[in-house]
């Protein structure tokens, strides 16, 4: 009977030791399965936070080549005011020369008709004629 109580005991130390065995298993799985969880959150973190970081890069990116458009677009326009300011200027002095030019040639048209006015007069007061060529010369 001893033998027998003594089997007993030695199968219910087993169960027991199996019992403990496979609660260890469980308990090892559940704790493997949470840091599985825990490590794929960790991991979709972090790939949110790398997604947020190039999104932030890209706006950043694309907000600083508007910026240099912007400021290429305003450089243009200078440019473009300083080149229409130049030409307006050459214009102004092209037709400054040309207004002096004309009143040049009027200054030598009033000399040469006076002269022509005298000269005819002259020819008058000697009672000489073939003044129209001088008379043509005025008028012309």
């Known amino acids: 009977m001893k033998q027998a109580e003594e089997a007993r005991r030695k199968q219910e130390l087993a169960r027991i030791e199996i019992d403990k065995s496979r609660k260890e298993q469980l308990q090892l ?3 493997q399965l949470e840091a599985d969880r825990q490590l794929s959150k960790l991991y979709t973190d972090e790939r949110e936070r790398i ?3 190039q999104h ?3 706006q950043e990116k694309e907000l600083a080549k508007r910026r240099e458009n912007i400021e290429c677009r305003k450089i243009q326009e200078r440019q473009a005011q300083e080149n229409a300011k130049r030409r307006a200027l ?8 040309e207004q002096q030019v004309l009143q040049k040639v009027k200054q030598e048209d009033d000399i040469f008709a006076q002269f022509a006015l ?16 001088l008379k043509k010369a005025i008028n012309a």
């Not at 005298?118 to 060529?133: D, H, P, Q, V, Y």
């Open 29 to 31: 799985k559940k704790q």
């Open 51 to 53: 997604t947020r970081q």
């Open 90 to 97: 050459k214009e102004a002095e092209r037709l400054q020369q």
């Open 118 to 133: 005298k000269e005819i007069e002259r020819f008058k007061a000697k009672g000489r004629g073939g003044t129209n060529l």
């Open 56 to 58: 932030v890069a890209e």
